[in-house]
């Protein structure tokens, strides 16, 4: 995920001290990763879906987030953002790109998976993602036909992608990430679009705060105090 982050090291402090509400850690903790990378998915338009899609793919490897975002910010600033785009590119020179962006523990690896998963996009539908989620007939069957598009696209990669797409794309709706699963765990959360909707908070912020609060939390084992 993207290391650059809305919630300051005081609110932080004050979630540990237990002066912050949830609410407030939603606020201020959750801005979704898409908006952090100036993507604008609300608009609708594919050029910024294929922009996602590609920065969830990236986020879906095991590598440290700032190497990640430095490396979606290398193909942002060539212009990367059409399937069209990224084939034409080549091999080659996604491996210079990634490698830019210190993505080199999987560059070989991640060049071909884009190729393969772009082709299909542009032979399947034309390069346009939302052509895709308009042909999907239900939620799971979008998420088989994403799966569909190359070996590459695992489970998690499609909790990072379609997390932040529930903005425009109704038929968006997957599983928490593990990370977030062991932060509802730890909250008592049983069902996340339940929880949201009892508490009257934005889901998609909601999802990413939770992921975020296991990052710099739950995974290094401080405590959680939320204020009244």
């Known amino acids: 995920m993207c290391s650059a ?9 004050e979630l ?3 002066t912050l509400s949830l609410r407030d850690l939603v606020e201020r903790y959750g801005q979704p990763y898409s908006e952090l990378l100036g993507i604008d998915l609300r608009s609708g338009r594919n050029e910024e879906t294929v922009k996602w ?31 069209d785009v990224i084939l034409s590119t080549g091999w080659d020179g996604l491996v210079s790109l990634l490698d830019a ?7 070989f690896s991640t060049a071909t998976k884009l190729l ?25 069957d979008l998420e088989s036909r994403l799966k569909a598009l190359g070996k590459g696209i695992g489970d998690t990669t499609i909790s990072i992608f379609l997390r932040d797409m529930r903005l ?4 968006a709706d997957p599983k928490p990430t ?37 990052r710099d939390f739950i995974k290094k084992g401080k405590p959680i105090r939320f204020a009244r």
């Not at 982050?5 to 402090?13: E, Q, R, V």
């Not at 590609?54 to 399937?83: D, H, M, N, Q, V």
């Not at 425009?168 to 038929?171: D, E, G, I, Q």
Request: contains cysteine; positive net charge.
């Open 178 to 214: 593990p990370l977030v699963q062991r932060t509802m765990k730890k909250l008592k959360i049983k069902n996340l679009k339940a929880f949201a909707r009892e508490k009257h908070l934005d889901l998609v912020r909601l999802d990413t705060a939770m992921l975020r609060l296991g």
């Open 168 to 171: 425009t794309w109704s038929k």
């Open 116 to 140: 393969e998963i772009f082709g299909s996009l542009k032979k399947n539908y034309r390069g346009d993602l939302n052509l895709l989620n308009e042909q999907a007939k239900d939620p799971a």
């Open 101 to 107: 962006g210190g993505y080199t523990r999987y560059d």
């Open 16 to 18: 540990a001290r237990g």
């Open 53 to 83: 899609f590609l920065a969830a793919i990236l986020y879906s490897k095991p590598i440290r987030e700032t190497s990640t975002t430095k490396t979606y910010r290398c193909f942002a600033g060539r212009g990367i953002a059409s399937a």
């Open 5 to 13: 982050c809305p919630a300051s090291t005081k609110g932080l402090s």
